[in-house]
């Protein structure tokens, strides 16, 4: 059983940087894809951005150029550094993981929040 548990979520005024962790406990069986997502007060959870274990990644557009997703894989450990952060990007930050199989086994945490307000 894997678990994802995130951190590095806080305050940070408009155009700071925070870097958001995410640990897991237990193997994540290959092929996967991991990735952030997010959900602000009253909207639906939207992708941020994925890394696959080939190396690929993918970002929503509204962050492009300031995230940047990457994996320490001796650590197990899923990063998002945030860079020129905006009052928008305000929301619950989650880690997901997905292991591509049949079937596809899906893990999320539990979520740490980001707030960006001056």
């Known amino acids: 059983q894997v678990q994802l548990v995130e951190s590095g979520g806080g305050l940070v005024q408009p155009g700071g940087s925070l870097r958001l962790s995410c640990a897991a406990s237990g193997s994540i069986s290959s092929p996967w894809r991991m990735g952030w997502y997010r959900q602000a007060p009253g909207k639906q959870r939207e992708l941020v951005a994925t890394?696959?274990?080939?190396?690929?990644?993918n970002y929503v557009d509204s962050v492009k150029g300031r995230f940047t997703i990457s994996r320490d894989n001796a650590k197990n450990i899923l990063y998002l550094q945030m860079n020129s952060l905006k009052p928008e990007d305000t929301a619950v930050y989650y880690c997901?993981?997905?292991?591509?199989?049949?079937?596809?086994?899906?893990?999320w945490g539990q979520g740490t929040q980001v707030t960006v307000s001056s």
């Open positions: 997901n993981a997905v292991v591509i199989s049949i079937p596809t086994l899906n893990y």
């Open positions: 890394l696959a274990e080939r190396g690929s990644t």
